[in-house]
DNA sequence: CTGACTGCAAAAGGTTTGCAAAAAG
DNA sequence: CTTTTTGCAAACCTTTTGCAGTCAG
């Protein structure tokens, strides 16, 4: 697994750099995470690395296929890692917090869009909105 | 309904301007709309409008509840009216074609999120990517 | 060596803000 | 008359792009 991250990027004609070994490792261990954490984690490293280069680089491992981002709020996009888990992320709407939950309960979801639509869903790229737990408790108490 | 919208604003201590309803009809008779697209539209009326007076305006007509927005693709959110059917955008990262399906078909999924997580779910706001039926029948043929 | 990749600086796209003038109630 | 709302211009933030130098293969 170490290694063959390199094999992917050749295998599609990609050079072996520092740089996206770098960001691949920062995606890996912060696990969510906006293009400008992960400049701050890979300048931990590598100081001189700019952010255009952790777009360009996002923009290679994610044609490639080792990693994804998905839409979460309004501002930035988050990267993780394909090898994480599927799964969906819930935004809250009222206290902003993002949770994550397993991918199995959009089963019957994503089956009912290929029937009705001939949609093929990309569970992991899906972010819903809407009021978590908390917040929904504390409205109940107003 | 043509005159309640304006109670509805005064209900909440907002004034009535004719931006505010330009806005609003703006956004029933677009449709989907981004700001930008609000822009022109209004334009057509009233020239002098500007960009931050619809940001603004946005604001507001979703704080009382007259529109939503929902975060399709990466640039700009869309606004519309909360009169309309609840529907879900289906948009296809091949193509990038937003589809709309009615929000019936997640039904299930809300339930499950509601029960398994506690969290209620806008659906409305919800965006679902993958890829459409046309892309993946293309896919096929190759 | 040669083309792919990077850093830098500037541009672009979308949204927000401060302020003085205009309009609503 | 008082307070909100608007227009304008400038600031802001995130992402993209052009270019010349650098590095991987």
């Known amino acids: 697994m170490a290694r063959d991250w390199n094999d992917v990027l050749r295998d599609h004609g990609f050079r072996i750099t520092p740089q996206r070994q770098l960001v691949l490792e920062a995606v890996n261990s912060l696990g969510h995470a906006t293009p400008e954490a992960l ?70 979801f994503v089956r009912l869009l290929r029937e009705k639509a001939g949609f093929e869903t990309d569970v992991a790229h899906v972010s819903v909105h809407g009021q978590c737990a908390t917040c929904v408790d504390r409205q109940k108490l107003l």
């Open 39 to 108: 400049l701050t984690e890979v300048q931990k490293t590598a100081s001189a690395v700019n952010l255009s280069t952790i777009y360009r680089t996002l923009e290679v491992l994610e044609q490639v296929g080792l990693v994804t981002h998905a839409h979460i709020g309004h501002g930035a996009p988050t990267y993780h890692s394909v090898d994480d888990e599927a799964h969906i992320h819930l935004v809250c709407d009222t206290c902003s917090v993002v949770t994550s939950i397993h991918a199995d309960v959009a089963e019957v």
